[in-house]
């Protein structure tokens, strides 16, 4: 049914009438959409909401992106794409290191710039990427720069930071809570607006900075138990709002505290600003790629 590989129940009259025995196949067309309304759990509903429809979804435009990210050391400075892989496991190459405090025993045990806020701006770089040899390299604000993996790396972090700690690899990645997040321009821009401070999306550290169209601040929020497509391929499922935290109070180029813009979004919106998904069909995500709801 709508794909062609979903199998529903009949009934015995009903496989007599049409000639048929238990186990035959069976091809309905589905000719019209029709609302049904029922207490069953196998039910039909019908939707009005305008948009296009694709592989037997009808899908309606929300927005488009303006900024795609990825994160490759956990806690240091992003980078910024025309285009990414969208991989099951995330965005290629986001979050696939992350540095853990040794003598941590917190369900949270990763070192993060709520601990060393310097961390922001140590500059990461990813080489051969989408390779058995991808290599990922880190570049401190004093300008040393040392492969991700190396002792010295993890001696200047140490020495800074002041406690033992050690690289994870984990090709899953080090998520928070879910592999992509998203927030959208008009959210970044109130919060700016309601803190009075500059709008900077990198301090949100999202993967996806969107454009609403005919929405407002904080609408994506609705889109929580819903599923996204992402240019033509890529699907999401929204499944949670993004809690937020200390972190967002650091500036992103100079690691510099701005508590008030917690305070609003703790304050003003019940700690939430964007949300995350997860990823349900992998594909190429593209800067001005249009984000569509699927119904």
């Known amino acids: 049914m709508g794909d062609g590989t979903h199998k529903l129940p009949s009934e015995a009259d009903i496989r007599r009438a049409i000639g048929k025995e238990m186990g035959d196949a069976v091809t309905v067309l589905l000719e019209e959409r029709i609302k049904v309304h029922t207490s069953s759990p196998f039910h039909v509903l019908a939707y009005n909401t305008p948009g296009r429809s694709q592989g037997g979804r009808t899908m309606q435009r929300v927005g488009v992106i303006r900024m795609l990210a990825r994160y490759p050391v956990k806690s240091m400075c992003g980078e910024a794409y025309t285009s990414l892989p969208l991989t099951l496991q995330g965005f290629e190459e986001d979050r696939r290191f992350a540095f853990v405090q040794a ?8 070192l993060t710039a709520r601990e060393m ?16 040899d ?3 390299s880190v570049t401190t604000t004093a300008g040393e720069r040392w492969p991700v993996a190396s002792s010295e790396l993890r001696q200047a972090i140490e020495k800074r930071f002041g406690k033992p700690v050690f690289l994870l690899r984990d090709y899953r990645g080090s998520f928070d809570v879910a592999n992509v997040s998203l927030i959208s321009e008009q959210t970044v821009q ?4 309601e803190s009075q401070t500059e709008a900077k999306p990198w301090r949100f550290r999202p993967n996806l900075l969107v454009n609403l169209e005919g929405g407002a601040a904080f609408d994506e929020l609705k889109w929580v138990g819903r599923v996204l497509r992402l240019g033509d391929t890529a699907r999401v499922a929204v499944t949670e709002v993004d809690e937020r935290c200390v972190m967002i109070t650091l500036d992103p180029t100079t690691s510099q505290p701005a508590p008030q813009i917690l ?12 949300v995350y998904a997860t990823v349900l069909t992998a594909g190429e995500v593209h800067t001005g790629d249009g984000i569509h709801l699927e119904d």
């Open 103 to 110: 003598e941590s025993r917190s369900s949270f045990p990763w």
């Open 117 to 132: 806020p310097e961390l922001l701006r140590w500059q990461t770089s990813v080489e051969k990427r989408g390779t058995a």
């Open 134 to 136: 991808v290599a990922v």
């Open 190 to 193: 109130r919060i700016a607006e």
């Open 263 to 274: 305070k609003c979004v703790v304050q003003q919106h019940n700690k939430c600003a964007g």
